[in-house]
């Protein structure tokens, strides 16, 4: 046992500039463990809380001087003493100390920090790299990278309403392939969006962020990009979206003052749930879509359920806002048969032990999950060692430019490079219907 000997909490900078949480926790025998929190734009309503300062005065309201301050004289104090490597205890500890359903006393940027610190000081203690800490022998496949190539919502200005266009290089040996391939189509579509003299700069999650007639005309260029680069899309390369359709529900995101009870504002029009389900329809039998994250509200069970038995046996539907990382959340969607993924996201939740019981609730209901970075991101690079760990065959983390999301990738290729002939790269295997486009 190494037990903590002192936890230290301050104020950061994430990778959009707001403040978020680090927190440095040492133990007795020398290790030293460091969190570092993500933080969320398109958030879900039901996710962990993020404690903010609201003092208008210091970053806009944006500040963690309260979160930091809960680590540093109300947390620290409890866990001093206590056994780093008993994640759950120690989570359990922070879980009552906060005594609220959603971790809004003390904030899951603080709990959430603490719990990470100690995650890595426990694997030093163990001499083990992060995900053999985790996962043991048994995590050693290398998961598929999502590629967040073009980004809209509120992730970019809602250039479209779409907030997200991913690639997923599926049909590779390893993972570096994978990954060359992925940043290969990244760099054509930037040739092609320029020749037309559409924007060629960046959004949050570094893809580009040209606004669109429609929200089927991103399709049509990645396609082309796909194919410009010699990859066979469906064969090699796949694509994923991200709706994130709880930020375009009930109102205009970009004159918020419109709204419809009920409706989604979609390519500049608010449209019922049915015409979603249709459009969702056309795009899978038109482009080689492998998953859809959030094609409905986070409260839109309804639709959720619908469009699941709809395209279900074939489609990967993932729950973000829709689950927010909570088992509770999770247990209703696998009870409805709404949504059969989960999207793993630490900060949603607020703890190590809550997220690692999540993925086991998805794995053991049928469930798959893809781990998941945040639009505000830092240099931690926890979810690539956890996508291995876990063997969760997917993780996004953006498009292959900007330092906090190529973090996540180079740190895959180190893990790799370190399993050497034992590491397995996911491929088709990730999805249902990857399979099914590579047998056609
Ligand atoms: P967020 O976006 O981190 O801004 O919530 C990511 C997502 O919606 O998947
Ligand atoms: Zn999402």
Known sequence: MAAIESVYAREILDSRG????????DTDDGAEGIGLVPSGASTGANEAWELRDGDKKRFGGKGVLTAVKNVNEIIAPKVIGM???????????????????????LGANAILGVSLAALYASAESADEPLYR????TNGHILPVPNMNIMNGGAHANFATDIQEYMISPYGFKTYSEALRAGVE???TLKGILKSRGLATGLGDEGGYAPEMKNNEESFDLIMEAISKAGYEPGKQIGLCIDAASSEFYGKDPKNPDNKAEGKYFFDGEFRDGDYMLDFYQKLVEKYPIVSIEDPFDEEDWDNWVKITAAMGNELQFVGDDLLVTNPKRLQKAIDLKAANSLLVKLNQIGSVSETLDAIELATSAGFTSMVSHRSGETPDTTIADLAVAKNTRQIKTGAPARGERIAKYNRLLDIEAELGSTAEYAGASAFKRAKVLQSR
């Open 18 to 25: 707001n403040p978020t949480v680090k927190v440095v926790l």
């Open 83 to 105: 056994d780093a490597s008993d994640q759950r205890a120690l989570d359990q500890t922070m879980i009552d100390l906060d005594g609220t359903p959603n971790k809004s006393k």
């Open 133 to 136: 800490y985790i996962g043991g």
């Open 185 to 187: 189509v990244y760099h």
